[in-house]
C-alpha cells in the first residue's frame, strides 16, 4: 500500500491556524471513511476528526468548535483546517482511510509536525 502523505504543517504561535493537506487516491475517498490522527512526544496516537465517504464528521472533544475536517474530491485530498491552536495541539499529523469498525486500513505515512509555541 502506498503510505499516505501529509503536508502542511509548521511553527504557530497561540491562537493561529494552519491547514493540513493529506492526499488520497480517488477510490479510497469515495469508498472509505478517511481521519486524521495525532501522536505527541510520550503519548499514544490518537483520532483528532474523521470523515466519512458520505461527508459525516466527526471529531476529538478536544478540538471540537477549532478544527474542521473536509475534503475536495476533485483534488482527491484530505484537509484538517485548525484554528485557535493550544500548545496542547503540538503533535504529529498522520491521516489514515478507516473501515466501518473504526480500524485503520492504510500505510501510516511520516506525517506533518505541528509546533503550537510562542
Known amino acids: 500500500q502506498v503510505p499516505f502523505v501529509e503536508s502542511g504543517g509548521g511553527l504557530v504561535q497561540p491562537g493561529g491556524s494552519l491547514r493540513l493537506s493529506c492526499a488520497a487516491s480517488g477510490s479510497i475517498l469515495r469508498l472509505y471513511a478517511m481521519g486524521w490522527y495525532r501522536q505527541a512526544p510520550g503519548k499514544q496516537r490518537e483520532l483528532v476528526a474523521v470523515?466519512?465517504?458520505?461527508?459525516?464528521?466527526n471529531y476529538a472533544d478536544s478540538v471540537k468548535g477549532r478544527f474542521t475536517i473536509f475534503r475536495d474530491n476533485a483534488k482527491n485530498t484530505v484537509f484538517l483546517q485548525m484554528n485557535s491552536l493550544k500548545p496542547e495541539d503540538t503533535a504529529v499529523y498522520y491521516c489514515n482511510s478507516r473501515n466501518a469498525y473504526g480500524l485503520t486500513m492504510g500505510s501510516w505515512g511520516q506525517g506533518t509536525q505541528v509546533t503550537v509555541s510562542s
Open positions: 470523515i466519512t465517504s458520505g461527508g459525516t464528521t
